[in-house]
């Protein structure tokens, strides 16, 4: 019986050693795969579906993601975030549709009007099969304008008196405290601006006018201001620097080349300079006389030939004692100094002859136009018209009623650019969010695409710069009017303060500038009051010497 048990037992001892043979060649099973990543299917916002980039949302917007699986709730709040362009978090509500494969997003509280929002979805929003969203997703919300009156209405006359008034303040409580003389903008310190501060005087002679100051006052600023031109400002060949320290008169240099003289910002100064000599009129008082020759001595002191480049048929812009002419810019037309010719024409001292005019500003007629932009011929100038400061600078002073040499009616000419202005803001071929009937107007100004720049037709941004189309008022008075309302009424919050309206805003990529500028302040009072009265218009045209420079370069006027 013994050897059947040791056999069964071998038998049993072998098959037990040949199952762990077996069992210890085996190696640990694979990992479940990973759960499979999903995608992105479709955006709505408040229904439609626009791309990415939504303009005019209503400020309680509705987005509906819809992906191709399931998600998993408790990765939604890391996944998706609401910010300002600032970086400022934004709260919202979700909740889901579609058996959770729809998010629905709404803010909570209501979006601010005219902000730029940025919501982003991240690739950590998981599905429920813990699946990782394949691609992130970005979408851009632009903000309606809040259409409601933002200040009380008032009568057209009270508001043309409100904003004159209240522009006013940048020149009278903000000018310089030592010399009188306009800032170049409000972050300026010391820095003041030549020909800002030739618009700011005109200002100042609205000013009174309209009883926002008494004539005593403006003329004691005004003599405050030729008295430290007279005796601090330093001149180059009788022509101010564009920028002077406000403080000691120095020179202070507009680039590193420009630390000279600059004849078209003197041209505006003269401008300014010119009507308050013919507003100070009376023959008894002796700070009005005083005042008068002291203007002379500036007028007279101005060398215009030297300009000219050594007797070029031309007018040059800049001359610096250490450069020379080494910025080397000529004075051709169209653009704004069409004031320099005329002064120039109009020296008692120092006048260019009229071919000057003929072959440098105009080119021997090159500088004319003749084509025709939204139905508006345009006379003279570049592709539709140029920046609209370009019937502004010159036209403070200038009446265009009437004025015609042999290149153009200069009325035409100025009401012709601001309605090509106009009308292409209408058409809007760019299709930036906010321009209409109402909301218009490119000129020269800061901006938060390219900083400052000369804005026009040609050179769109998306910058809307109310000087634009509030200093075109006499020749544009229905279009430029409705700009005004909507600027202060319905804008009024975010461009409106204590020196009236904010330089430039961009309602496409949300931004209002906190910066006001001397030359383009100046224009909207001058400009309100050449509308309402033709008060600057007349004091400059009254001079005699204008009257002669412009016979003497072939033009025609009511005022001679």
């Not at 003749?370 to 403070?396: D, E, I, K, R």
């Amino acid at each position: 019986m013994k050897q059947p048990y040791s056999l069964l037992y071998f038998l049993l001892l072998l098959c037990v050693a040949s199952c762990k043979k077996s069992g210890g060649s085996t190696t640990t099973p694979p990992p479940p795969p990973p759960p499979s990543s999903f995608s992105f299917n479709s955006l709505k916002v408040n229904g439609a579906y626009k791309g990415l980039t939504y303009y005019n949302v209503n400020l309680s917007p509705v987005l509906q993601f819809s992906f191709l699986a399931p998600i998993d709730h408790a990765s939604v709040n890391t996944a998706f975030s609401l910010k300002t362009s600032a970086g400022a978090v934004i709260t919202y509500t979700a909740s889901y549709a579609n058996n959770d494969s729809t998010v629905i997003i709404q803010p909570s509280p209501p979006l601010l009007p005219i902000t730029k929002y940025i919501l982003n979805v991240t690739t950590t929003l998981q599905s429920q099969a813990k699946g990782a969203l394949q691609s992130p997703i970005t979408v851009t919300l632009i903000t309606a304008i809040d259409s409601s009156d933002k200040f009380p209405r008032m009568s057209d006359d009270a508001l043309l008196d409100k904003v004159q008034s209240q522009t006013f303040a940048y020149f009278w409580d903000f000018g310089h405290p030592v010399s009188g003389l306009a800032r170049e903008r409000t972050s300026s310190g010391d820095i003041v601006t030549s020909g800002g501060s030739g618009f700011g005087i005109m200002a100042m002679l609205a000013a009174a006018q309209r009883s926002f100051i008494t004539r005593a006052k403006a003329l004691e600023r005004i003599d405050t201001i030729v008295n430290f031109l007279t005796n601090k400002a330093i001149r180059y060949h009788g022509a101010f620097s564009h920028w002077i320290n406000g403080a000691t008169g120095a020179t202070v240099p507009f680039g590193t080349q420009d630390n000279g003289g600059d004849i078209v910002e003197t041209s505006y100064m003269l401008q300014g300079l010119l009507c308050a000599r013919q507003y100070f009129n009376s023959t008894i008082d002796a700070t009005e006389i005083s005042l008068r020759s002291k203007i002379n001595d500036i007028w007279n002191a101005v060398d215009w030939t030297w300009y000219r480049k050594d007797g070029l048929n031309i007018l040059y812009w800049n001359w610096s004692p250490d450069y020379n002419w080494a910025i080397n810019v000529p004075i051709k037309g169209w653009n704004e100094a069409l004031i320099t010719y005329v002064l120039a024409a109009s020296s008692s001292t120092h006048p260019i002859p009229k071919t000057t005019y003929d072959s440098g500003w105009a080119a021997n007629g090159s500088i004319r136009n003749g084509s025709t932009y939204y139905g508006t011929t345009l006379p003279l100038g570049p592709p539709m018209g140029g920046p609209l400061f370009f019937t502004h600078y010159s036209f403070l002073g200038l009446d265009p009623h009437g004025l015609s040499d042999a290149y153009a009616n200069y009325w035409t000419q100025d009401t012709a650019h601001a309605r090509i202005n106009y009308n292409y803001c209408v058409a809007n071929p760019q299709n930036f969010f906010g321009y209409s009937s109402q909301c218009w107007g490119l000129t020269a100004s800061d901006g938060n695409v390219n900083g400052y720049s000369a804005h026009s037709p040609t050179n769109d941004l998306g910058i809307i710069s109310p000087t634009a189309a509030i200093s075109s008022l006499p020749y544009t008075p229905t279009e430029s009017m409705n700009a005004l309302r909507f600027f202060y009424y319905t804008l009024g919050d975010k461009t409106w303060s204590q020196y009236g309206f904010t330089d430039a805003f961009n309602l496409a990529n949300p931004w209002f500038d906190t910066d006001r500028l001397a030359i383009d302040q100046g224009p909207e009072i001058v400009m309100i009051e050449n509308y309402r009265s033709g008060l600057l218009w007349h004091l400059f045209m009254s001079c005699p010497e204008v009257q002669a420079g412009l016979k003497k370069l072939g033009f025609q006027s009511p005022y001679f």
